[in-house]
């Protein structure tokens, strides 16, 4: 009996750091999810041009002493890479995430979604009422390829996602003249 009291101590004491620890992706799939056909991911660069964009634009945040998570997804928002500098927060994989949802939903840079949420109240409480998106920040760019969306590059864990923006633009920069 003292033993099942002291684990069940340990487990309320420890309970609140495995919350703060919240995964970046979505669950497992269900039963019923894995019995449906499973269709490839949208349109989007090719990994290895993903790897060294993000890697790119981490190096730079780095280089001004920022620990980031570079995001690239598809143009559907689901992952092609996510790249956290060592010693990154684990919360820049999900603040990354909201900014990459701004873009797809708006069609627009996340610090436009973010400048135009400072202007208009009734827009900045469509995006807190959205758990995907919650708050505007800047740091998220859409990758185009002939005027079509072919996925997002973002950064998150500068200090201010002017700092991030910087960064995704490195990035951006380094792969420009190979995105299809």
């Known amino acids: 009996m003292k033993k ?32 449906q056909p499973r269709p490839p991911r949208a349109r ?22 920022y620990k980031t998570t570079a995001l690239i997804t598809d143009a559907a928002g689901v992952p092609i890479v996510v ?18 949802q701004a873009v797809l939903k708006y069609k627009m840079t996340s610090g436009e979604v973010a400048a135009k949420a400072a202007a208009d109240p009734a827009f900045k409480a469509e995006l807190a009422a959205n758990p995907l998106i919650d708050t505007a920040r800047q740091g998220a760019v859409p990758l185009m390829a002939g005027g079509e969306l072919v996925g997002v590059f973002a950064e998150s864990g500068a200090p ?7 960064c ?13």
Do not use: H, W, Y
């Open 4 to 35: 099942i009291l002291l684990a069940a101590t340990a487990l309320l004491i420890a309970a609140p750091v495995f919350a703060q620890t919240a995964p970046t992706i979505a669950p497992a799939p269900t039963a019923d999810e894995m019995k």
């Open 44 to 65: 989007g660069i090719p990994v290895a041009l993903a790897i060294e964009g993000a890697v790119a634009a981490n190096a730079t945040c780095l280089g001004n002493t």
């Open 168 to 180: 995704v633009r490195a990035g951006i920069a380094k792969i420009a003249d190979r995105i299809k």
């Open 83 to 100: 790249i956290s500098n060592d010693g990154a927060a684990a919360i820049t994989q999900r603040i990354a995430m909201s900014k990459v």
């Open 160 to 166: 201010g996602g002017d700092k991030d923006e910087v």
